[in-house]
């Protein structure tokens, strides 16, 4: 499994990348901010929500410490995604957050 780490992720943020993020962590997790842009698609709802995602763009997949991230990962590589893993998740990143 690929991984990143969140040092790398804000980079490419500051860089203005192009980037897909996905945030697999429960609704009342969210209220400690998102990293700007992600999409929120709790782990629970990933095999019923892998139709709402592109089979031809890169994801970068993130929760608070990085293990429900890891199975979100695991799970849709097994789908055919190209996926990598925030290590550490939000608890690791330091950067910009945006609260919806």
């Known amino acids: 499994m690929k991984t990143m780490t969140t040092d790398e992720l804000i980079n490419l943020l500051d860089a203005n990348e192009d980037l897909n993020v996905i945030d697999v962590r429960e609704d009342f997790e969210l209220e400690h901010?998102?990293?700007p842009g992600a999409v929120h698609i709790p782990l629970g709802s990933i095999p019923e929500r892998t139709n709402?995602?592109?089979n031809s763009k890169?994801?970068?997949?993130v929760c608070k410490g990085g293990v429900?991230?890891?199975n979100?990962?695991?799970y849709l590589a097994e789908?055919?995604?190209d996926v990598t893993?925030?290590?550490?998740?939000?608890?690791?990143?330091d950067g910009?957050?945006?609260f919806k």
């Open 79 to 81: 789908q055919g995604f």
């Open 58 to 61: 890169s994801y970068i997949v």
């Open 85 to 93: 893993n925030l290590d550490g998740g939000m608890m690791a990143y």
């Open 68 to 70: 429900r991230s890891a």
């Open 96 to 98: 910009e957050l945006e």
């Open 52 to 54: 709402e995602l592109d």
């Open 72 to 74: 979100a990962c695991e």
């Open 33 to 35: 901010g998102m990293i």
